[in-house]
């Protein structure tokens, strides 16, 4: 096998690849038995029948297509290795002639980035405070998470769950039945139709009462739009939610051995409020600051990559429709896109997608980040600690290499974003101290 290499532009090169009749030939010898083996040759059991009666019955052409597919992949391989050619995806190759075979393998290299100066990077995204009213509406959704449903006699009214049996019909067709169904009474709720719950509420328990309702013209189910039916309703209990009260008792019912006390859940809250806010706060600067180092970067990478990743993105969609039961060609009707569309966005995704692989990959030497085996080590017990499935650091051996390289990347854009972020510092505070010193 005898290979050239052509430099081309795009971080691409090409081999082209002179296979020898030796190399043919063994790949003839696998094509043969493929054939063999699925082919019915008169005179021959499968799999038994000679070489030269196989060549005879397909014709040479066939043969050296059927070989072509296990001889491609071999030589292209072979060739990368032998030259010490460092491809960054699955080459593409095209057959230039078939006597003697000649083919051409373009690879595509390991993209190129060069970053420009970014030290004048800034963001002022202000650090939120935490107010007393965040604090009470999470304590108030905790509260209501802790409600429970109690029975009442009376009549129903707004914010109740009630429960009922129902038939509705249309024409003389029945179209609704249910039995000891749940509803949750809301002035704002059309469950199960529009103007229905109006109907039932001050209704009591054990309470019938039938009544009619007018669909409007635009209703989901066009087989009862602009149609007139007839409801039959019986009110089967009526419950309210109970809301527990905020003190001492229902804190410690909690179950956190650290929060015993009003006081001390307040302090929890407004703690995990300021962590998330911090967390969503780190979140934004790192996409603001991989954003702003892309733009400011050149990169040089191949088509071939591009098109690839493309290919897996738009493939990967298909499947997650296909696990949802929903038709490509529906899906890109409901979304208002044409296929071509969707390609083009699907590209672009996968350029930023490769783009931000290479500046991360980057980051760490721009920034002089090294990680220590103790920075790598203490990590590796946090995660051990964090997942009681894993009891020693040992389970992560085969992953050490990619867990450094992946605190490193994160150590590059922390200090990146450390230097950069300058928050705001609040106007309303400034105003009053300038008029505290007049």
Known sequence: MKTTIEDTENREIILHIEVDDQTLAKHIIIANKKISNKM????????????????????????????????????????????????????????????????????????????????DLLFEDPIKKITKKQVSETIQQLLESQAVWQPVKRKIIEDDLITMDCEGESEGKKFYSVQSSEMLISNTNDTPF???????????????????????????????????????????SIKQKEIPELNDEFVKSLGQEDIKTIETLNSRIKLNLETKEKDDLRRILEEKTINSLIEKSEFVISPIIIENETEYIIENQKKSLESYKLDFEQYLQRIGQTNEDFIEKAKENAENRIK???????????EDINISDEELEKELQIMVENDPKISDVNHFDDQRESIKLSMS??????????????????????????????
């Open 409 to 438: 990347r994160q150590a590059a854009i922390n200090a990146i974003i450390d230097r950069s972020h300058q928050p705001k510092k609040n106007i309303t505070k400034n105003i009053k101290s300038k008029k505290e010193k007049k």
């Open 40 to 119: 019915n040759i008169p005179g021959f059991r499968k799999g038994k029948a000679p070489s030269s009666v196989i060549e005879n019955f397909v014709g040479r052409d066939y043969l050296v297509n059927e070989a072509l597919e296990s001889l491609v992949p071999d030589v292209v391989n072979s060739s990368i290795e032998e030259n010490d050619v460092k491809a960054f995806t699955t080459p593409r190759v095209t057959i230039v002639e078939r006597d003697p075979i000649k083919l051409d393998a373009t690879v595509a290299l390991r993209p190129s980035i060069s970053i420009s100066d970014y030290s």
């Open 194 to 236: 529009p103007g229905f719950q109006k109907e039932i509420i001050g209704m009591k328990e054990n309470q019938e009462k039938t009544f009619s309702i007018t669909f409007p013209k635009d209703f989901s189910d066009e087989k009862l739009q602009n149609k007139v039916a007839n409801f039959s309703v019986k009110i089967i």
């Open 356 to 366: 931000r692989s290479i500046l991360f990959d980057k980051l760490p030497e721009t």
